[in-house]
């Protein structure tokens, strides 16, 4: 089994996943399991974290959204990275996605090829979504999280006590995927 974590990229100078991000894929991820340890694009020689502040970040995540929506290239490039985590899993694997991650796999998963015996487990949190979901997803959102329940219209299977930058940490929702992904 593969798990991965999608958002949107905060840095376009680097895919590193922050420490609560690796934390919160290390909590939920079963024993065994494969974690990618790098953010999309999935580059495993990226540099490491820093910190981008609050404005940039947004900004960036806001641009990738547009791609999602405007630009073929950007929905293809999506594709082809998802493509290759996938053909790499094994029989599963578990795709979580935080804020714009999920329109971004919404954007990419028609073009992608899910190989026989293959399962995709999408777990997203907080999401970001301006379309009817095509990818089958199990959605978490907090009930302090304002910016998803303004930019996501769709169906919520589980609510839970957080705002939308508390998702890594909240044990609510650690307990919550982790149980998802066994």
């Given at each position: 089994?593969?798990?991965?974590?999608?958002?949107?990229?905060?840095?376009?100078?680097?895919?590193?996943?922050?420490?609560?991000?690796?934390?919160?894929?290390d909590a939920v991820?079963?024993?065994?399991?494969?974690?990618?340890?790098?953010?999309?694009?999935?580059?495993?020689?990226?540099?490491?974290?820093?910190?981008?502040?609050?404005?940039?970040?947004?900004?960036?995540?806001?641009?990738?959204?547009?791609?999602?929506?405007?630009?073929?290239?950007?929905?293809?490039?999506?594709?082809?990275?998802?493509?290759?985590?996938?053909?790499?899993?094994?029989?599963?694997?578990?795709?979580?996605?935080?804020?714009?991650?999920?329109?971004?796999?919404?954007?990419?998963?028609?073009?992608?090829?899910?190989?026989?015996?293959?399962?995709?487990?999408?777990v997203a949190l907080?999401?970001?979504?301006?379309?009817?979901?095509?990818?089958?997803?199990?959605?978490?959102?907090?009930?302090?999280?304002?910016?998803?329940?303004?930019?996501?219209?769709?169906?919520?299977?589980?609510?839970?006590?957080?705002?939308?930058?508390?998702?890594?940490?909240?044990?609510?929702?650690?307990?919550?995927?982790?149980?998802?992904?066994?």
């Open positions: 089994m593969r798990v991965a974590l999608l958002t949107g990229r905060s840095s376009f100078v680097s895919s590193a996943l922050s420490p609560a991000q690796l934390d919160f894929l991820a079963p024993a065994g399991a494969d974690v990618v340890r790098a953010g999309f694009p999935f580059d495993a020689a990226s540099p490491v974290y820093e910190e981008v502040p609050m404005v940039a970040a947004s900004w960036r995540n806001t641009r990738q959204v547009g791609w999602t929506i405007y630009s073929p290239e950007f929905r293809k490039s999506v594709a082809l990275r998802l493509q290759i985590l996938m053909d790499g899993a094994g029989s599963r694997l578990a795709l979580v996605t935080g804020s714009c991650g999920l329109q971004m796999a919404n954007a990419a998963w028609p073009l992608l090829r899910i190989q026989d015996g293959l399962r995709v487990d999408v907080g999401p970001v979504c301006f379309r009817s979901l095509r990818v089958p997803a199990t959605v978490i959102q907090g009930r302090r999280d304002g910016w998803s329940r303004f930019f996501y219209r769709g169906r919520v299977d589980r609510y839970c006590e957080c705002g939308h930058l508390d998702y890594w940490a909240s044990d609510e929702v650690r307990a919550t995927v982790g149980a998802l992904l066994r």
